[in-house]
């Protein structure tokens, strides 16, 4: 099946469109200013078309076409990465463009596909927490999920960080691998949590300082702003309102997410329109040092991209073009 690297078609038929524009400007400068001199100029109609071919097989190779599936042996350590996503009603909130919800769907997509070899796992909380997804290679089933991330999954109700993090800490016991030895977990294991920061629930210090033992590094993203947003009411068209009929603001707290980050060795890195924490965030999940014992070679499937093939061909017509020339003005008239 044919697939591609970057499906932009917008913009390579805007592209090839506007190239047809500038030959067409082209031909007619030609044609006047030949006119003028009382030359024809129907010998260069056939470099029209060859010019218009090699914009597409251009446009074509940097679409990226992919034509099956190869497989790619990939070094991996062994790392299990928790992926734990607050989907409570102040993600939709719209201080982060286009909500704080939408915004983290993209970066976890960026997040899942810089660890193709690794396993990854996805937890949704709000008011409590749920595994969405157990720890998998399967990167298509994880993007699934990851696409149905929504603030309706759990029922309303105050968010909790704790639910989460406790929930983190059962599966990094024997269900997930082998037996630990000496309370550490036999793979590698990193959590991020990405959340507003808003925490109505029990103290975080038992659970943190529990996680810190298992040698268990937990990143925090917070997604939002200080001035924050108002948070929309189910269905999204009017705001909601507390009890005094004052619109709900939310605004992100980045006190619990930080308190996260430093009592578990991982760190915090902000996510809105303004600062873009992520690449930060994969070269410090990059840097983890791998269980030794985990380390193994994956093959992994890779979409086999043929671009190389309308690229040569467009070189090679360039090539043409430039060595056939024409000659419209001859010395003799």
Same mark, same amino acid.
């Given at each position: ?9 917008a ?22 200013l ?30 990226g ?28 909130a ?57 603030? %309706? $999954? ?7 960080? /704790?639910? =989460? #993090?406790? !929930?983190l @800490?059962?599966? &990094?016991g ?45 990143y ?8 924050g ?41 902000p ?20 269980a ?5 070679? %994956? $093959? ?7 671009? /190389?093939? =309308? #690229?040569? !061909?467009? @070189?090679?017509? &360039? ?15």
């Open positions: 099946m044919l697939t591609w690297a970057y499906p932009d078609f913009s390579a038929a805007l592209g090839l469109g506007l190239l047809g524009l500038l030959l067409a400007l082209q031909w007619q400068r030609t044609a006047r030949g006119r003028r001199l009382g030359q024809g100029v129907g010998r260069l109609g056939w470099k029209l078309p060859l010019r218009i071919v090699i914009g597409a097989l251009l446009l074509l190779a940097w679409l076409p992919a034509l099956g599936v190869r497989q790619q042996a990939v070094r991996t350590s062994g790392l299990d990465l928790w992926l734990l996503v607050d989907v409570s009603h102040s993600m939709d719209a201080d982060v463009a286009p909500t704080r919800l939408l915004r983290t769907q993209a970066a976890l997509t960026e997040l899942a596909t810089a660890f193709p070899a690794d396993r990854l796992g996805l937890i949704v909380f709000g008011p409590e927490a749920t595994v969405q997804c157990p720890l998998t290679y399967d990167q298509p089933a994880l993007q699934l999920f990851l696409n149905t991330l929504s603030t %309706r $999954l759990l029922p309303p109700g105050p968010t909790t960080l /704790r639910a =989460p #993090l406790d !929930l @800490l059962s599966r &990094l024997p269900a997930e691998g082998a037996p630990a030895t000496g309370g550490a977990p036999p793979r590698a294991t990193a959590a991020v949590i990405i959340s507003d920061g808003e925490d109505f629930g029990e103290n975080l210090e038992p659970v943190l300082r529990t996680l810190a033992r298992t040698g268990a590094r937990v925090a993203v917070g997604v939002g702003t200080a001035a947003a108002p948070v929309p009411a189910p269905g999204g068209k009017v705001a909601l309102r507390d009890a005094q009929g004052r619109p709900v603001t939310s605004r992100l707290r980045e006190a619990p997410l930080l308190q996260v980050a430093a009592q578990t060795g991982g760190q915090y890195v996510l809105n329109d303004r600062e873009n924490g992520l690449p930060t965030l994969l070269t410090s999940l990059r840097t983890i040092p791998p030794s014992s985990a380390q193994t070679n %994956r $093959l992994v499937a890779v979409a086999n991209n043929r671009y /190389r093939y =309308p #690229l040569g !061909l467009a @070189l090679a017509l &360039l090539l043409l073009d430039s060595l056939l020339t024409v000659r419209v003005l001859r010395p003799d008239q």
